[in-house]
Structures are given as C-alpha cells and as structure tokens.
DNA sequence: TATATTTGGTTTATATTATAAACTAGTTTA
DNA sequence: TAAACTAGTTTATAATATAAACCAAATATA
C-alpha cells in the first residue's frame, strides 16, 4: 500500500539538494546554499549526509583564493531520487 | 523556487493517515493502524497531532463494546493536502 | 470463577533529526 | 592593521518520531 520512503530523502533540504543536483551537471556550496535558502551549517550538514550515503560526490579546491565545495550527484543518488518519487506516488495520486 | 513543505504532512505516517483520509468518508482508527502498519501508540501520536491542527476530527465512541476511534479528514485538512502535493511539485518533476 | 489474553487505545521515555549558534581559517578592504 | 567578509565546519539545542510501557475493559480459558 503505503511505500516507504527513502528517510535520506524525505526531508525538505535534503530533498532540496537533491532535485537540484538532479538538473545540473555540478553545483556549488553556495550556489545551493543561495537557491535552497538554507543556513551554510545546515546545509554542510545535510551535504556530508548525502556524501556518506554515497548519494552525492563531494570535491573540496579553491576558486580566487576562496574554498570551493563542488558537489554532484551519484548514479547511486539519482536512482535512489528515482525511486523516492515513485514510492511518493503511493501516497499522493498525480 | 522551493516551496516550504507543511511540516505536519511532511512525514511518512502522517501522510500515509491523511492520503487514506482524502479518499474514504471516514476511517476507523483499527483500520488506518492496518493500512499504515505503524504501531498504535505513533499512530496515537499523530493522529492528535493532526486533530489539534484541525486537519482532521476525531470521534470517540463504542461499537461492540470496545472502544471505537473514528477519523474524518476536514475542509482545512482536505486543502493542507493539496496544497502539500502542489507544493511538492517544486522538488520533482512530475 | 479466577486468571490469562486480547482489544483498543494513551502516556511517557528514548533515540533520531533538524537547526541554529558558535567557531575556524583565511581573504579583502579601509 | 584592524574590521568586515567569504566559505565553510563543529557543536549544542530544540523538535520529532518512535517504541516501550502502561491502562481499562472485554473475552476466552482452565
């Protein structure tokens, strides 16, 4: 009936990160900190969550002297986004 | 960009208990515990929590002896809901 | 007819999670 | 050279979900 959700996923700014990461080949700390709104220790937070999981690659250099965090999503996280949407579909009809 | 997420539907059993809501009359609370497969006492919890929010009410009474709980969803409820799936469109592409 | 078990829950305690606040390390600007 | 800013991380706290323990009444069992 009911699936269960992915609880890596199913939270707002992880979900957030996420769809993002999704669109986009690469993104930024603060290019997703800038588009999610979230607080940068929250969001380095949630970041080295999905790093952990594997959902995402994190690659640390400098950009104009400045630290850059680059990130990207995993083949392993696009297919468990995948899945996340479709067990949503369990629950909500579209 | 990315809607807030009503942090009340925004969780896996009480989405589950509010999905079920959306398309029966009124459900029984033995009948959600089935369909949910959560324990009585989360479902316990959450069902307040969304009877104090007045996305659904509550009904006590007896049927066979024992104790009956009988939950319909409201009109506030009914528009929490979708305003909760459209929202959630801004995460995922449907 | 005790007593054990089941039904239908509620309450409370604990574990998990999200979030904000505080901090680090370095850079730029005045 | 001191203040303010960038780009984060770490840690402490608040909020949440969940399970475990409990309760009251009904029914089954010995």
Known sequence: MFKNLDPLLHTQLRLAIMSLLMNVAEAEFTYI??????TAGNLSV??????????ISVEKSFKNN???TMCKIT????????????????????
Chains 1, 2 share one sequence.
Do not use: H, M, N, W
Request: hydrophobic residues 35%.
């Open 33 to 38: 900190k800038e588009k999610t709104k979230a």
């Open 66 to 68: 400045y630290p850059l």
């Open 46 to 55: 949630q970041i080295d969550k999905l790093k952990v999981a594997e959902y």
């Open 75 to 94: 083949q392993k996280g696009r297919a468990a986004f995948e899945t996340y949407v479709k067990d949503l579909k369990s629950y909500i009809k579209l």
